[in-house]
């Protein structure tokens, strides 16, 4: 199963990927204050329950946790799209709703909604960002630019949030609250395409000459488009395609 890591639980420090990351950060934060600081800086596992991601380490940008008093619901994890952390409240309502029913509270005149504020407890759904992409950007590379632009060719796609950690730079798109279409270029290289949609694992492509025409189709876009437009050298494989793309 996969997991996230957070660094004394705080968001705004975002998540790492592997436990390696998460324990090299929470010492540099202990390095950085020094003897002001009053414990040693903790780690927190947070496991994908729903196996949205677990599969080829292929972990997104940006994930959804649903907390309850500012902390994550256990039997929640975290959720990749909008559509299923909201599904994942939904359920927290409906078994709230039936613990009220039986409970001692109803009995003695207590409404509904008190008992979920103050009994049952409120929830929210935050999403969070990996760590390193909430500091300075890099810049895609030249590959990463022309996958970019033969998604959105002679389309109306909007620009995706980018983020670039060293040679990896990965494009998201949202196009609906279900689904979640990410391209990560590796260098020169057109790496993979990841779908993700809610309570399911996502789909992968990992042949070049498919990441660009799935990514289009994920997104609504259902007319191929010529690879060769945007040819470079460090796709030469691009020159040998048939005409009839």
């Known amino acids: 199963m996969s997991s996230i890591w957070f660094v004394d639980f705080n968001l705004d420090e975002g998540f790492h990927v592997t436990k390696e990351d998460a324990l090299r950060r929470a010492a540099e934060l202990e390095s950085l204050a020094g003897e002001v600081r009053s414990r040693p800086a903790s780690i927190v596992e947070v496991e994908d329950v729903k196996y949205e991601i677990h599969r080829d380490g292929s972990v997104p940008d940006s994930v959804w946790l649903v907390l309850e008093d500012g902390s994550i619901v256990d039997d929640c994890g975290y959720s990749v799209t909008r559509a299923s952390a909201r599904g994942d409240l939904e359920d927290r309502d409906t078994a709230g709703f039936e613990a009220w029913e039986c409970s001692d509270e109803r009995e003695q005149g ?136």
């Open 110 to 245: 207590m409404r509904l909604a008190d008992y979920l504020q103050n009994v049952w407890g409120t929830c929210e759904m935050v999403r969070v960002r990996r760590h390193d992409t909430t500091g300075e950007q890099g810049q895609p590379s030249v590959a990463a630019v022309r996958a970019k632009d033969l998604i959105r060719h002679d389309t109306d796609l909007p620009e995706p949030m980018t983020s670039v950690r060293g040679d990896l730079t990965t494009y998201t798109w949202a196009p609906s609250d279900d689904t979640v279409v990410e391209v990560r270029v590796n260098g020169g290289a057109w790496d993979s395409l990841v779908v993700h949609k809610p309570n399911a694992r996502p789909m992968v492509w990992t042949q070049s000459e498919e990441i660009i025409h799935s990514a289009r189709w994920a997104m609504g876009v259902q007319e191929r488009v010529d690879l060769r437009l945007y040819a470079g050298p460090e796709s030469d494989f691009l020159l040998n395609l048939d005409q009839d793309l």
